[in-house]
């Protein structure tokens, strides 16, 4: 093989093994919204971006979620939970875990609804106080929802572990080619009785009971339970490669587009001689936004200004309403929220 056709194959096989990984954050690099918080529901986002929260039917569990150092080799940080106030009895229908969400737009080489339909795999890096074995459901929420549900086994207490599982493709589901919810990959913690009488270790229209098909263990019941895991990659095809390293900006710019912060104490002075006024101030994303947020806006103390508020936006920004007198100034931050 001649010099250029060595080239040429080596950038050929870089380029198909860049951009494959589905997961955001997968390293588990980005934190806005803070490296730890409690839970208090379900499909709520904490600590390690695009990472949620998931609870059905739970009374008393309470679990605290971080950004952990603690990591396999080649990683940096970990998602973890900790359960602080266990679940007094697992009830037959109770289940909880965490999950990501994909967008559909995202998903359209996988050719699901067709007889192209391709494989997936799933890899990821878990460590856990209890052992046994875990369920993960892969959803697709479009037409008739359809769901398939795979098992892996912690066999090793408090031990870093690899895993992989691959599905086939759905011949039969649908993903539309749009912003909304194409696919969620739910990792099961605990699973009631009742959760997992449905075998949905095939593609199957969704059934509740389907979700903890095979789930064994249980974290949600011991207060000193916890659960972790980093390097998470779904790709396609039916081999697990080596993980998609991403910048700490690429990934961030990824996440951005479900959820951005202000990166600084915003500042704005009411001009003079307007007596009491209302002044508006607008604010561009760093990244455009998957469909309209939910904003939030947040007066500093050092404020002298008397309000601020969201008065309207688009995908590419945030228009705020700042009342006040002659003069006076404002500090404030906000939030713009348009996760799935």
Request: hydrophobic share 30%; proline share 1%.
């Amino acid at each position: 093989m001649s010099k250029a056709a060595e080239l040429a194959a080596l950038i050929g096989s870089q380029t198909a093994l860049s951009n494959r990984n589905l997961i955001i954050n997968g390293a588990m690099q980005v934190a806005q919204r803070g490296t730890s918080a409690n839970t208090s529901g379900s499909g709520q986002y904490k600590a390690t971006d695009r990472f949620a929260w998931f609870q059905e039917n739970t009374d008393q569990v309470i679990a605290t979620i971080s950004q952990d150092t603690n990591a396999p080799d080649g990683f940096s940080n970990s998602h973890k939970i900790a359960i602080s106030t266990a679940e007094t009895t697992l009830d037959s229908d109770e289940i909880a875990g965490v999950y990501q969400p994909i967008e559909g737009q995202n998903l359209q080489h996988l050719k699901f609804g067709t007889s192209n339909a391709k494989s997936l795999t799933l890899s990821f890096w878990v460590k856990s106080t209890e052992t046994g074995t875990y369920a993960v459901l892969f959803y697709l929420a479009d037409g008739t929802a359809r769901g398939i549900t795979k098992n892996y086994t912690i066999n090793t207490a408090n031990t870093w572990e690899y895993k992989t599982i691959t599905i086939d493709g759905d011949t039969s589901g649908t993903i539309d080619n749009d912003n909304g919810l194409g696919m969620g990959v739910y990792w099961v913690l605990s699973s009631g009785s009742g959760r997992g009488t449905v075998d949905g270790s095939s593609w199957r229209n969704y059934d509740a009971n389907q979700f903890g098909y095979g789930h064994t263990a249980d974290v949600l019941t011991d207060s000193s339970a916890t659960w972790q895991i980093t390097g998470v990659q779904l790709e396609l095809g039916e081999q697990a490669t080596p993980f998609e390293h991403r910048s700490y900006g690429d990934e961030l710019a990824r996440c951005q587009r479900y959820y951005e912060k202000s990166l600084v104490l915003q500042y704005y002075q009411l001009p003079t001689s307007s007596g009491s006024q209302v002044q508006r101030q607008h604010n561009r994303y760093q990244v455009q936004k998957r469909a309209s947020a939910t904003l939030t806006q947040t007066k500093d103390s050092g404020s002298s200004a008397t309000s601020v508020a969201n008065v309207g936006g688009n995908l590419d920004g945030i228009l705020h309403a700042i009342g006040g007198n002659d003069g006076e100034i404002i500090f404030f931050s906000w939030t713009a929220d348009a996760e799935l």
